[in-house]
């Protein structure tokens, strides 16, 4: 299957710092990446959904001046938690799309944030 | 609205032994439905998915899951567990239609005791 990386897998950062994540499709275009958190031991809850060269979509509850979103090529998404707190400490995974919604997503090994 | 429920938070299951995770969906649409697996600090990594084919879907690592619509469930099965399928095991569900994103369930953590 398609390859979607993610960097860095680990990250501390303290607190008040920007931290920014890289969501990379390896060997497929990714017309659309998504952007999921995952707290410990509980499912993957979507952030944001974001469409090459055009603005994220995010979900309810999601600060978009929070959690920046950038898609600015077929093959690389960003995610930067601005002025990070303790709270933002999580597991973040990124998915990848190519084509269509009945396309398959591919997931990202997931980057684990600490905010000290 | 899409949504997902999968019935155990942690199965545990003898090396061996036949492992059945479960799930019910409920969708206002016809759904594709999919069942992925997370090791620790893993990603995800897709098993199966069924989307309006054959209502008995084989997977990767021996797994399989039977769509079955009047009791809208998607239940995973293996014959017989391997150490190695300990994982956490996700069910998730997306209308065919339109761009709504995938909807997870909460997850069922897969114990595999020697």
């Known amino acids: 299957g398609a390859v979607v990386s993610q960097h860095p897998s680990r990250v501390i950062c303290k607190s008040g710092t920007s931290v920014k994540i890289e969501c990379r499709s390896l060997d497929f275009q990714a017309t659309t990446m998504f952007w999921y958190r995952q707290f410990p031991k509980q499912s993957l809850m979507l952030m944001a959904t974001?469409?090459?060269?055009?603005?994220?979509?995010?979900e309810q509850g999601v600060e978009k001046d929070k959690f920046l979103i950038n898609h600015a090529s077929l093959t690389l998404s960003t995610l930067t938690v601005t002025s990070a707190h303790p709270e933002d400490s999580s597991f973040y995974i990124c998915s990848a799309r190519s084509g269509g919604p009945g396309n398959e997503q591919f997931f990202g090994p997931g980057t684990r944030l600490t905010v000290l | 609205a899409q949504s997902v429920t999968q019935l155990d938070s942690h199965v545990s299951v003898s090396e061996g032994t036949p492992v059945l995770l479960r799930c019910n969906y409920s969708s206002s649409y016809s759904p594709s439905l999919f069942w992925y697996v997370q090791h620790p600090n893993k990603g995800l990594q897709l098993l199966l998915k069924y989307t309006s084919a054959a209502t008995l879907v084989k997977g990767i690592n021996g797994f399989e899951a039977e769509f079955k619509k009047s009791e809208t469930s998607f239940h995973l099965t293996k014959p017989s567990a391997h150490m190695s399928d300990a994982a956490e095991y996700f069910c998730?569900?997306?209308?065919?239609?339109?761009?709504?994103?995938?909807?997870f369930g909460k997850g069922t953590r897969l114990s595999v005791i020697a």
């Open positions: 974001s469409n090459e060269g055009s603005k994220a979509t995010y």
């Open positions: 998730v569900v997306t209308p065919n239609s339109g761009n709504t994103p995938l909807v």
